[in-house]
């Protein structure tokens, strides 16, 4: 049964200047081969950069408040709000006060940052494999 439980001392962690994420489950711990779910705490104050994924990905409010940007409107959060992030629609996430999410999404999405001159390199963010 190996591929069934992900102790919790099989997560990771991966810090960013804007978040802190926790890797529940993804393809390198086992038991998922196409899925990953990660955990994201944000400080107060904390916002990342603004960016696209190429798969689509559900964020749910565990703690605080946050707001989301996605393309041009603003969503705002509270505890047990979830929103559905479509694939390749710029968005950036952030909070005044502090925010726990968990996040799930494809295995193998790429983020690409949105320049104000249209250029950005894809990456595979660590927490997500």
Do not use: C, Y
Not at 2 to 10: G, Y
Not at 67 to 80: A, H, M, N, Q, R
Not at 115 to 124: C, I, K, M, Q
Request: hydrophobic share 35%; aromatic share 4%; no cysteine.
């Amino acid at each position: 049964m190996p591929d069934i439980k992900i102790a919790r001392t099989d997560t990771r962690v991966t810090e960013t200047p804007n978040a802190s994420m926790t890797t529940l489950a993804s393809p390198t711990q086992g038991g998922t081969t196409t899925v990953s779910l990660w955990r994201v705490s944000m400080r107060a104050g904390q916002r990342g950069p603004r960016h696209t994924f190429d798969v689509e990905q559900a964020w749910h409010l565990l703690d605080g408040t946050a707001t989301v940007v996605v393309d041009d409107e603003t969503v705002d959060l509270s505890v047990g709000d979830t929103v559905v992030l479509r694939a390749d629609v710029p968005r950036q996430v952030g909070t005044g006060s502090g925010a726990e999410f968990v996040v799930t999404g494809l295995v193998g999405g790429l983020a690409t940052p949105t320049s104000p001159d249209g250029t950005g390199e894809p990456v595979s963010p660590a927490w997500i494999g």
